[in-house]
């Protein structure tokens, strides 16, 4: 055939071919056969591009690569001949049930001049197939999923037997907002743990920002290291949770700082049992640097005059010394020297024997040294002799005076018969002061404080 498509149009006439035909006429007739083709390998496309796509081509790459002209044939098509966007996913799956690839030169007929109809010069075997063709049935999600091998997705509407629906455990949310730990413990480790050991979460939620810090920490990395410390330092394990509610903050310290801490306690000669004790006492002690509680005992060593055992001695029975403010230690100095009228020697034994009053409330203070002082009588000498009254309620002095007032037998001075000590006067309970220092039984003292 393309022997005879060389030939000229006038060796065609020369050989007086009846079935020679004029130009234009044999034109017309080749673009016939090639649209009718084209518009044949037009529907192979968009298969071929799917089966690209979703990479089931696998058994395919000799046809695909015979028909890579069909991707050019595509562009000249008609328009009409083309599929419509919304047929496309359709028409695909047609094409790839009875499209085949037919030759791609144009039949004997055409240069016989007996082409009749455009489909009277398609080949034989795009006849042979197209009569073989079977629509496909319409599309749905079964066919969907059994030609591309897919698991159909479960739907929530889905019914499901009993047992089934007796095995689904249903977890409970996790509250997003909440005032209370409680809500938590169910889910965090940390906090179930920490309630195991003790501490009272419903107080730890009262510090400020304190239950955020605990729902940040996992207990393996972060809070047992801490505990283990804690114990080594001295923390008994009934203490721990007593310790961890009143000072949660600790479990976010570095450890390494802590430790400096610690050793710089025993570098001040401070005894392992006195650190365990004034950790326990002070939950906060381990908090301050190292050079926060190196200014805090120069202080009171400077500020009292004390020698360095004397400010040990004080800061180990008063270790929240180191740890609370300054201010209200320096205003109840001023008001024992000024307002009270102590001397500094004085003050020194006071606060050495009682180091509560650097601590107490300034007017209870006042309120306290008026009624001994100016009602009772009780020199400043023998105030500082037993400065302990100091923490004493001051309702219980006023009622044990009264009561010996009315017996007769309010004598505070030692140098005089029936001396009644300070210490003996607020610290022995109802029963004993009754029958041994106001020698009167406890009925006798309970009708005289009703008639108060």
């Known amino acids: 055939m393309r022997r005879e498509l060389t030939l000229t149009l006038p060796a065609l006439r020369a050989r007086g071919d009846s079935a020679c035909v004029a130009p234009e006429q044999f034109l017309s007739q080749q ?16 298969h071929w591009c799917c089966l690209l796509k979703t990479a089931r081509a696998a058994e395919f790459p000799r046809r695909l690569r015979s028909c890579s002209i069909t991707a050019q044939a595509y562009a000249f098509a008609p328009l009409a001949l083309r599929p419509s966007r919304n047929n496309t996913l359709l028409w695909r799956l047609q094409a790839y049930r009875h499209v085949s690839v037919g030759s791609c030169s144009p039949s004997d007929s055409a240069m016989d001049g007996s082409l009749s109809s455009p489909e009277s010069n398609l080949p034989s075997s ?69 309630v195991h050991l003790g501490v009272d979460l419903s107080q730890v939620e009262k510090r400020q920002k ?140 006071i606060v050495f024997k009682t180091p509560k009053i650097l601590t107490a409330s300034r007017n209870k203070l006042k309120q306290t040294f008026d009624y001994l002082h100016n009602i009772m009588g009780i020199p400043h000498h023998m105030l500082t002799r037993f400065p302990q009254v100091f923490n004493s309620r001051l309702l219980r002095i006023k009622e044990r005076h009264m009561f010996l007032t009315f017996l007769g037998r309010a004598q505070y001075d030692p140098a005089q018969p029936s001396y009644i000590s300070l210490d003996q006067l607020v610290s022995l309970p109802d029963e004993v002061f009754c029958t041994e220092i106001a020698k009167a039984s406890i009925q006798d003292f309970e009708k005289f404080l009703k008639t108060l």
């Open 31 to 46: 673009d016939t056969v090639l649209r009718c083709k084209m518009a044949l390998w037009v529907r192979q496309v968009p």
């Open 126 to 194: 795009v006849e042979q197939e197209q009569a073989k063709a079977k629509p496909l049935p319409d599309l749905n999600a079964e066919v969907l999923y059994k030609d591309w091998d897919d698991v159909p997705p479960s739907s929530a509407l889905e019914e499901i037997s009993e047992e089934e629906a007796v095995q689904i455990i249903a977890e409970p949310l996790l509250p997003l907002q909440s005032s209370t730990l409680r809500d938590y413990v169910d889910h965090s480790e940390t906090l179930a743990k920490l």
């Open 210 to 349: 304190a239950g955020q810090l605990l729902l940040t920490l996992d207990f393996e990395k972060d809070v047992k290291k801490i505990l283990l410390f804690l114990k080594d330092v001295g923390v008994e394990d009934n203490q721990m949770g007593t310790f961890l509610t009143k000072n949660p903050y600790i479990l976010a310290e570095d450890l390494e700082s802590l430790e400096t801490r610690v050793a710089y306690l025993k570098s001040k000669k401070f005894g392992k049992a006195e650190i365990a004790q004034m950790v326990s006492r002070a939950p906060y002690l381990l908090l301050f640097s190292v050079e926060r509680l190196d200014n805090r005992l120069g202080f009171f060593k400077n500020e009292l005059g004390f020698s360095v055992k004397k400010t040990k001695d004080l800061v180990i029975r008063l270790p929240r010394l180191l740890t609370g403010k300054l201010e209200p230690v320096k205003e109840n100095l001023q008001v024992c020297q000024i307002e009270l009228g102590f001397q500094r020697n004085e003050i020194q034994e």
